[in-house]
């Protein structure tokens, strides 16, 4: 089956720049668009990058993302971060006839 | 804007079947482009995909859960629906319907607890 792999947490202090990477288990990564989601504690999650690098309205530029083929995996980078940016953060693609989620990463600004 | 909203018990006894609600408002459940979904996530845990419904009633599942899932769409109340038989602890989640459009998930809901317990 087809699995998305992500750090389980990355820490960083405001103002600085975060990457999470998201890494295809099997196949081509680029073979399905990547979607990146956050989620507040509490809170359902939201889209923030869809197909691979397009940011929705109201998602502020400091929000980004891209793909690598050579490592096989999708990347979220957040600058200039701010305190309202820690929570936990899921990527997305499709793979095996099953809409698959990353394993998550919790991001936390010291 | 679209926004949805899941309904239904809060606790679920085991082997019995779960339903959930989710209603649709702010637009058409049949607007083009949109597909219905449900997302799980067990306390704690990560995001799990359940399955998704068109407008015209086809459905896509995920295969873990085999048979045990069924899914329908009632376009007159800008409805649809999930029903999880034979539950056990392991279903216990937050339950979400979201919008799928293309393949990402634009609109969500709040979100529903659903405890399976005796």
């Known amino acids: 089956n087809f699995m998305l792999t992500q750090p389980h947490s990355v820490s960083e202090s405001p103002g600085k720049t975060i990457t999470i990477s998201c890494t295809g288990s099997?196949?081509?990564?680029?073979?399905?668009?990547v979607q990146w989601y956050q989620q507040r504690p509490g809170s359902a999650p939201i889209i923030v990058i869809y197909e691979d690098d397009q940011r929705p309205s109201g998602v502020p530029d400091r929000f980004s993302g891209s793909i690598d083929r050579s490592s096989n995996s999708a990347s979220l980078t957040i600058s200039g971060l701010k305190t309202e940016d820690e929570a936990d953060y899921y990527c997305q693609s499709y793979g095996s006839d099953n809409y698959v989620f990353g394993t998550g990463t919790r991001v936390s600004v010291l | 804007q679209v926004q949805l909203r899941e309904s239904g018990p809060g606790l679920v006894r085991p082997s019995e079947t779960l339903s959930l609600i989710c209603t649709v408002s702010g637009g058409s459940i049949t607007s083009s482009r949109s597909f219905w979904a449900w997302i799980r996530q067990p306390p704690g845990k990560g995001l799990e995909w359940v399955g998704i419904?068109?407008?015209?009633?086809?459905?896509y599942s995920n295969s873990s859960f085999n048979s045990r899932l069924t899914m329908s769409v009632d376009t007159s109340k800008n409805q649809f629906s999930l029903r999880l038989s034979s539950v056990t602890a392991t279903d216990t989640a937050v339950y979400y319907c979201a919008r799928r459009v293309v393949n990402y998930f634009d609109f969500w809901g709040q979100g529903t607890l659903v405890t399976v317990s005796s």
């Open positions: 419904i068109s407008p015209g009633g086809s459905t």
């Open positions: 099997s196949g081509s990564i680029a073979s399905n668009y």
